[in-house]
């Protein structure tokens, strides 16, 4: 092949600028500048200068907390950091002022609230109680994991007549109400706040967990989601989760959700305390909070912030073959019911440890027919390559979850590896949930420097960005992850995130009149939103 | 577009098989065991046990001192599990046993040697002395650096008059005999054996260093490197210093090597201590010193074992522009002095620091014309996209190496994210210098299965790999790279390491003939090796 020639310097400068437009994907081209407005290009521009001074002046700076803060960071370590930043308020206090707007894709949720608002919902329950399987001492307290349930009336009075978990006389294993188990925390362990402290480490992951004791994907992910359950599948409890879990996601400009619902146990404890409430009534609950949400904003003119939530019906990745298939009669029936709720179906657990997407393809095969037989549609949305591994059953689920016709892929984290199935989802337009934060706390990557999506950017494969766990992680809303992936790349600006943003809508499942609205309102807003930044950063530029 | 669908699940693992195919570079695919010889195939599928077999028992077993363990962890943390394995074995006794063959590709001749023999070789030379910024005390013994440096013998007397560096009326920056010195060395402090650990550990990077405090490519590489320079510019050193370099890299079974050598300063240090030997006479030693070895070599009837070693000759990222076209004009008179010794030319240092190629673009173009002129050939073989930056001036170096016509590209560790730039180090076949252990040592990646090799690997690019800096990280000779590569992917088996291992060959700068020769040689003994796995491996099957 002959060398490249050039005439001159000036030639080579504009080889040069042709090779890095041939390179990067229509939505991150130096000469995508065509199609942007003036107005964006300027927005652009102001928050490159802003990202580019803060990287020296907030990240260059010494914290006698933090060895070697950088933009991109380990999350949990530099959360702190990233408070303090002008580029987060942008994205939080700008973007809420000037109500953009955006699709949350890939969220779970019995892992989306906060650990202290779960906790305070507990003690709100007389019905919810705890145990231990050790009387708890503050020599087990860093590794004993607190057990919930909500247990019927009949079983309070013996609860009440138990003592507490710090007690001597605790029998292990023993239901104590939680209120109680609270008020009657040893003293000398530091009290009630203590308790409310070892229930709140339990439920999330700390940067010592994720960085140093831990550090894989199973581990991490593992020993925190399931401990959600026995608080949250209690329906007074469930209700309030909801409700609180749309509102938080509407205040950080979220329009529009598809939560990952596991549907097991097959009954949720009730009121009463039986568990005995089934999945239909689930979404009977889901489907009136989300009503009276949209019925407040509706009465606050605010009907545009807040198109719905759907429910992506999620079955676990180590459950038997013939318990898979209950499922899909079990969605089925769903689906027919509530028509309107059920967007997907996916199979959810850590792939690197869970049996893969290929042991229960034949399966999954089935359930195509028999959605045509029950006359019902229901797109596949696997999780699949949610690893570092190569060629490992986990990066392998990438075949499956294509060829099943998954509409979007979970994660897809290793689908870098993959020339031929990353040319696959660009044809199809498969879109990739990938989810940052999560990522990099469960340790496929160790840093966003580090992650793989601007390959995929660049490769212009369809992306949305997630936040996954964000109960787990603290990366509450879009916010988080919006940041880590504008602060590690200087190609990525804010018309990446544009880019991310329309997808999120553009390829949910939402009905074809639904979705043109819902980006028809996106696209009003988030002009509005470039304006705001123009008008506030550029008179005031002199400042950043 | 239309989708996927099966007659049955038969059909649908058929499509699956072909996707894998098709989704796989030539190399790495199932079917390539149509070109594999059955030998091979054994071979591999034996490596592959070993391989299983110990992830779980050697990788899964818990070490008081590694946190967790895996197959592809933190080098300088695993180190000591990687001396455990049987493929560890495989990859340096079995290799030896049956003189196996590759070449190294990308190495700096200063990084090259382990501190302790360094060390070694400067307390055997009464010329060699060594200052420190201010005395040595435990206090400061971790902090404070030495500084080398070989004196005119005129020196000598007034050094040796002078005291220890631990001495309480050491001055500042005054040269001592290095023997003296650790003769010296407060016994309170450890006396002689501290000293020695403590220059070790200023010549090498520590776990510590490497994962806690320091945690990034710049400041980790830059504070070692240079400082070898004061120990290897010093002609008795430097000739011994080469021939332990090609004889320790024979002794790993590398049969031919391209190392880079930093020219600068303009004159090293001759054995009367004055510093006036130029760049002529350092590779007149060079060339004595592998003359000497092939004599050797070939009394012993082991000729095949040692093609041979050239210089790319490297100048620093950020001298000034004419600093640059002095190198070149000194470069095109070594290349015609010594045509069989120059391979080609680089310019090196740290790239998230320092200037980007770019800077040096319009002067690299004019090296051209002027080796036109000189009648003489030296390709670039650049260093480029050392960094897992996205955008940063390190990552765009990649355009320039390519349009500047760099004939391999050093390291290349962020090409992942350019499509166009994949394809045309495809089809121009620009082989990529992976330094996987560096990588990982320096952070851009922050192991090995997080590294970007297979995503390389599966869309065909031409691949070598490397040990850049052995002596600061410990991973001499190519057994470690080959190891971590090996173990850090279900795709990657003994086939792909052939690969490696004639691209390494295949890609070097040798003149035709010499090329064809040494890649017999390589297949003669690839054959002889293969045989030799299964020999030892398959009749003690049962003990894998």
Chains 1, 2 share one sequence.
Not at 301 to 315: H, K, L, P
Not at 347 to 366: C, F, M, V
Not at 425 to 445: Q, W
């Amino acid at each position: 092949m002959a060398p490249f020639v050039y005439k001159d310097f000036e030639h080579y400068k504009d080889e040069r600028a042709a090779l890095i437009n041939r390179d990067r994907s229509p939505s991150l081209r130096p000469d995508f500048a065509q199609v942007l407005s003036e107005i964006e290009t300027k927005a652009d521009e102001v928050v490159r200068k802003i990202r580019t001074a803060e990287a020296a002046s907030i990240w260059g700076a010494k914290y006698s907390d933090i060895v070697h803060p950088f933009p991109g960071m380990e999350f949990l370590t530099g959360r702190s950091i990233i408070l303090k930043t002008k580029i987060f308020d942008i994205l939080t206090k700008a973007r809420a002022a000037m109500s953009s707007a955006c699709a949350l894709l890939h969220v779970h949720l019995d892992a989306t609230l906060n650990p202290k608002l779960l906790l305070e919902f507990g003690l709100e329950e007389p019905a919810m109680h705890v145990c231990v399987s050790e009387r708890l001492t503050s020599a087990n307290i860093f590794t004993t994991l607190p057990e919930f349930r909500a247990l019927p009336k009949d079983d309070w009075v013996l609860a009440n007549s138990t003592c507490g978990l710090t007690d001597k006389d605790y029998v292990p294993n023993t239901w104590v109400q939680i209120r109680k188990a609270r008020d009657t925390f040893d003293t000398s362990m530091g009290g009630p706040e203590c308790f409310d402290q070892w229930v709140e480490r339990a439920l999330s992951i700390s940067s010592t967990e994720a960085y140093r004791t831990h550090n894989t994907v199973a581990k991490v992910e593992y020993f925190s989601t399931l401990k959600f359950q026995g608080l949250v599948l209690f329906t007074p409890i469930w209700r309030k989760y909801i409700r609180e879990f749309l509102r938080s996601s509407v205040e950080d400009q979220i329009s529009y959700i598809e939560v990952r619902v596991v549907f097991a146990p097959e009954y949720m404890v009730g009121e009463d305390g039986a568990q005995d409430v089934p999945h239909r009534e689930w979404l009977l609950i889901f489907d009136q909070v989300q009503k009276e949400l949209k019925a407040k904003l509706e009465r606050q003119g605010r009907e545009d912030d807040f198109v719905g939530a759907r429910i992506i019906y999620t079955a676990l990745r180590f459950i038997p073959i013939d318990e898979l298939e209950w499922h899909f009669q079990d969605c089925i029936a769903l689906k027919k019911e509530f028509p309107h709720l059920i967007a997907g179906f996916d199979i959810a657990g850590p792939e690197d440890n869970l049996p893969p997407l290929s042991h229960y393809a034949e399966a999954l095969l089935r359930f195509r027919e028999q959605q045509k037989e029950a006359l019902v549609d229901i797109p596949l949305i696997l999780h699949a390559g949610e690893t570092c591994g190569d060629g490992t059953f986990a990066d392998m689920n990438l075949f499956d979850a294509i060829l099943l016709g998954s509409e979007r892929i979970g994660h897809g984290f290793s689908l870098v590896k993959h020339p031929k199935l990353m040319e696959i989802c660009k044809e199809r337009g498969i879109l990739i949930e990938m989810c940052p934060i999560s990522n990099e706390v469960l340790r496929p990557t160790a840093s966003m420097p580090m992650h793989p999506l601007p390959i995929l950017m660049n490769n212009g494969i369809p992306l949305a960005i997630s936040s996954d766990d964000p109960g787990i992680f603290g990366n509450t809303g879009l916010s988080f992850d919006m940041y880590q992936v504008l602060v590690s790349s200087e190609v990525t600006g804010l018309t990446a995130l544009r880019e991310l943003a329309r997808n999120s809508l553009k390829y949910s499942t939402l009905e074809r009149e639904d979705k043109k609205r819902a980006l028809e309102s996106w696209e009003r807003r988030w002009e509005i939103f470039v304006q705001g930044i123009v008008d506030t950063f550029v008179d005031a530029n002199h400042a950043v």
